[in-house]
Each structure stands twice: as C-alpha cells, then as structure tokens.
C-alpha cells in the first residue's frame, strides 16, 4: 500500500530535483555551446492565454503578454516535473524511490519529451515535434536531449531523496 505523504514528498523532492538537474544542463549548454533553451515566460503566455480559450497560437511571441507570465512558466516547468515523477512512482511503485535505479528514469524522460512534442510546441506555433521550425530535427533532438537530462534528473534525485528516507 503506498504511504501517500512519503508518495506525495517523493514526488515533489524528486520533481522538483530532477527539474532543476534539467535546467542545470540548460544552462550548460547555453555557456559552453551558446546553445538557447526555452524561454519559461513563453510557457507562462501560452498558459496565460488558455483560460481565454486560446490553446494554439501562430507564434506566442507574437501574441499579447500576460501579466506574471515569467512566473507562471517557471512554476509550471517546476510542476510538471513534480508531476511527471509522480506518474514515474505510480508506474513503478513507491520502492523505486527507496532503492531507484537509472533504466525507468531514463525511459521517463524520454517518454515525457511527447508533452513538448505534442502538447507545448503545436500551442506555441511551432507545429507538432516542432514541424513549423526552420530546423525541425534539430529542435526535436534538443527537446529529447532536454528530456533525457530530466531522466537522469530522475536517478539523481531518487538517490538523494532514498537516502532521506532510508
């Protein structure tokens, strides 16, 4: 039977560690690389503009800014994380958390890059796994590199969190 308070901490200290090991490569890359991420105050304008009824834009930076849209993204992307690694513990049992190992992490994060590719980049205007772009395969591979980082995000932060609980 899962404890839910050990289930729900889990998934947020793991989430929300696993979130920030993805922006820790983000930020690597961009520099080592001068390679851009993604701009959270975009993910908080598109997210802005869905209560109004507004799921697809032709281009969100072309579309009105929402006020605390950099806030709103950023603590979504934090959110999102949370909640990817609760489906990761709901598929695999609490006891991954407790004793994780790297095979279910890495195949999570590159499950979860489907939300970018079907979800986020079609809202943004970007067209499904970023057709719209002027270089789709290399949006897509940075988008799933992105996702791997979150998996092994995952790993990391089970580990760290097995050891509080353990």
């Given at each position: 039977?899962?404890?839910?308070?050990?289930?729900?901490?889990s998934s947020v200290?793991?989430?929300?560690?696993?979130t920030?090991?993805?922006?820790?490569?983000a930020?690597l890359?961009?520099r080592l690389?001068?390679?851009p991420?993604?701009n959270y105050?975009?993910v908080?304008?598109?997210l802005g503009?869905?209560?109004?009824g507004?799921?697809?834009?032709?281009?969100?930076?072309?579309?009105?800014?929402?006020?605390?849209?950099?806030v709103?993204?950023?603590?979504?992307?934090?959110?999102?994380?949370?909640?990817?690694?609760a489906g990761?513990?709901m598929?695999?049992?609490?006891e991954?958390?407790?004793?994780?190992t790297?095979l279910?992490?890495l195949?999570?994060?590159?499950?979860?890059v489907?939300?970018p590719y079907?979800?986020?980049q079609?809202?943004?205007?970007?067209?499904?796994?970023?057709?719209k772009?002027?270089?789709?395969?290399?949006?897509?591979?940075?988008?799933?590199?992105?996702h791997?980082?979150?998996?092994?995000?995952?790993?990391i932060?089970?580990?760290?969190?097995?050891?509080m609980w353990g």
């Amino acid at each position: 039977m899962i404890d839910l308070v050990q289930w729900v901490g889990s998934s947020v200290l793991i989430g929300a560690g696993a979130t920030l090991v993805m922006d820790g490569w983000a930020w690597l890359q961009r520099r080592l690389w001068q390679i851009p991420s993604l701009n959270y105050s975009m993910v908080g304008r598109w997210l802005g503009h869905l209560p109004k009824g507004q799921l697809v834009h032709q281009g969100i930076a072309n579309s009105a800014p929402i006020p605390g849209e950099t806030v709103i993204g950023w603590v979504a992307h934090y959110l999102i994380g949370m909640v990817f690694a609760a489906g990761l513990l709901m598929v695999v049992g609490q006891e991954w958390a407790l004793s994780p190992t790297l095979l279910p992490a890495l195949l999570t994060g590159v499950i979860t890059v489907l939300a970018p590719y079907l979800i986020l980049q079609p809202g943004m205007g970007a067209g499904i796994a970023a057709s719209k772009t002027p270089n789709p395969n290399l949006m897509r591979f940075r988008s799933l590199v992105a996702h791997i980082s979150y998996g092994v995000g995952l790993y990391i932060a089970a580990v760290m969190v097995s050891r509080m609980w353990g």
